[in-house]
């Protein structure tokens, strides 16, 4: 080959191979992965974003990375409910089975569950509180986070028998208020007062749980309308990992363990 030809030679090649990674990138869906809970194990680090809804979109981001670009947002949930009424292309993380109409009754598309929840309701171990129904809240100092729904309470709540106060600090503050007893009891998920407890120990000695907890749920993806094929995908994916030693090491980080999807 003449010698003047190599490096527009080199040149090609170097332009073909850019073209192909760019056409890969172009050829690559951006799928909108929006949260709500920016408390643990979801959110752990505000600044880093890192958390476990971090690495289930990384985890996705590398099964699906031929086809989708997995792009996790943090929103409040009336933002989200804003998006995926007016028909956003996105899908909202760690859903539980219960809200949104519940899964497949309403008018957005879910996935296989990630991993069973349930709703603690919590105390102090010097002032019990035990749970036997919504009756048993008439009076107390209850406390919960904002934008969080509980359908087995929301007559009673609507009536004014039960009141509710909103937190929009987070569930450090919620727990503070508890233990400064500004609060008789609170609410928040299992999957969040467990890893809080096992990064503060002495939790353990001050917190009672109702043995009877609010409710039961699974988590979810829950897509928009109309996403029937990137769903299916996603939900293709979630319906494998839990024989993958990857996401096993994941979920055992936050204490979570795997449901089965079969």
């Not at 332009?15 to 990138?25: F, H, Q, V």
């Not at 359908?151 to 569930?171: C, F, H, M, W, Y």
Request: with cysteine; charged share 20%.
């Amino acid at each position: 080959m003449n010698n003047n030809l190599k490096p527009v030679r080199l040149i090609i090649i170097a332009i073909w191979a850019l073209l192909i990674s760019c056409g890969n990138t172009i050829a690559a869906e951006k799928i909108e992965a929006l949260s709500f809970y920016e408390s643990p194990p979801y959110l752990t680090d505000p600044v880093s974003n890192a958390g476990l809804a971090a690495d289930f979109a990384a985890y996705l981001n590398m099964a699906l990375s031929e086809k989708y670009q997995i792009h996790l947002q943090f929103l409040p949930r009336t933002q989200v409910d804003k998006m995926m009424r007016r028909g956003d292309k996105a899908c909202v993380l760690f859903i539980p089975s219960f809200i949104y109409n519940g899964v497949d009754n309403g008018p957005y598309l879910w996935t296989a569950p990630l991993f069973k929840d349930r709703q603690e309701l919590i105390s102090r171990k010097n002032h019990p509180f035990e749970f036997n129904g919504p009756a048993s809240l008439f009076g107390v100092h209850f406390g919960a986070m904002l934008g969080h729904t509980f359908p087995q309470l929301t007559k009673d709540i609507a009536a004014g028998k039960i009141k509710v106060e909103r937190n929009s600090s987070g569930l450090q503050s919620l727990i503070n208020m508890l233990l400064a007893s500004h609060l008789d009891v609170v609410t928040m998920p299992e999957s969040s007062i467990r890893l809080m407890m096992v990064e503060d120990p002495s939790l353990s000695d001050k917190l009672w749980f109702s043995k009877q907890s609010l409710s039961e749920y699974t988590r979810h993806v829950m897509f928009q309308q109309g996403m029937e094929v990137e769903r299916n995908d996603v939900d293709l994916v979630m319906r494998k990992m839990n024989s993958d030693p990857v996401w096993l090491a994941i979920l055992k980080k936050y204490g979570l363990q795997p449901i089965s999807n079969h």
